[in-house]
């Protein structure tokens, strides 16, 4: 019985791989035919939303695969395309329209889904000045973790037990952090929790991060963070572990349920990036295998 299983699983393997291989091959054919003609109507089509006034950035891409952003380029006379380095270079006319000032619009050329593509960062929340930042920045207000937090050193809003602190976020929220390994903090929200070597700030019921060059930033908490990650995976994904770089970057590993040739139940890993200041999935990588299994999805998840 075990040899029958066996053959058919490999049988299942076999006509799904040929398939797999089949499509690739045809989308090739396709892209060496038609690839720069695909490209420039997707650029005229962007060129005429503009003309409509539309106000919005309008670059293009190619969605071709990547595994990180180093995968990724701005290509085209006017630095208007993203595509993948393994792909042909685009030819495109050598005009400059205001939308494709990606600079203008906090577009970036990334690596999302495995595929390159504009990032629009629409989300972004206004620049600090300086007055605002030093404001922030206060000793006062940093989340400083000791094995005990002396009177007087307690952040302001904040309540101090020991080595853990407590604060009350926007909207009746509740953060706690309290020391972990090597030197970092771990910060707490909603049992979803966060390790980072960041230095955080609470100010006004938000919190902040002091980040690489200098920059300081408001971020979004860890369950935030899962939050935005379940809603792209529509399931509930189980995080086992999750940072704060000091690029202001979620970097987090997560589990979710799939079936493999559609049959076969198994938890297929998730390593996702999520922008700390703005919540949004920046880059995901999944298993080699995920094109042999279905996900299992979630109607209704937090």
Same mark, same amino acid.
Request: some cysteine; overall charge negative; proline content about 1%.
């Given at each position: ?96 329209? &205001? ?23 629409? &989300? ?179």
């Amino acid at each position: 019985m075990k040899k029958i299983i066996s053959a058919v699983i490999s049988i299942v393997f076999l006509i799904l791989l040929i398939n797999f291989a089949c499509t690739i091959e045809d989308a090739n054919v396709n892209t060496g035919n038609n690839y720069n003609t695909k490209i420039q109507s997707q650029i005229k089509e962007s060129e005429n939303d503009s003309k409509l006034g539309t106000e919005e950035f309008c670059g293009t891409s190619t969605y071709g695969a990547c595994e990180t952003d180093a995968d990724c380029l701005r290509a085209g006379c006017s630095d208007s395309v993203c595509q993948s380095v393994g792909e042909e270079s685009v030819i495109t006319t050598c005009e400059f329209k &205001e939308c494709y000032n990606a600079e203008k619009y906090n577009a970036r050329c990334v690596c999302l889904e495995n595929k390159c593509q504009w990032l629009v960062k629409k &989300e972004l929340k206004g620049e600090l000045t300086q007055a605002q930042i030093g404001e922030i920045i206060r000793e006062r207000n940093r989340l400083k973790v000791r094995t005990q937090i002396q009177a007087g050193e307690c952040p302001e809003n904040c309540t101090c037990t020991g080595s853990v602190i407590k604060c009350e976020i926007e909207g009746g929220r509740e953060m706690r952090v309290m020391a972990g390994e090597s030197g970092n903090v771990v910060v707490i929200s909603k049992d979803v929790n966060a390790s980072t070597n960041v230095t955080l700030y609470h100010h006004n019921g938000k919190i902040y991060g002091n980040f690489r060059n200098n920059e300081t930033k408001e971020i979004i908490l860890p369950d935030e963070a899962q939050s935005r990650l379940q809603e792209q995976l529509r399931t509930r994904a189980e995080v086992r572990n999750m940072t704060l770089d000091d690029e202001g970057i979620y970097r987090i590993k997560a589990y979710k349920r799939a079936r493999l040739f559609w049959m076969i139940s198994v938890q297929k890993r998730v390593e996702a990036n999520v922008d700390a200041e703005t919540g949004e999935i920046i880059r995901t990588r999944v298993p080699w295998w995920s094109f042999l299994a279905k996900d299992v999805m979630s109607e209704n998840f937090e």
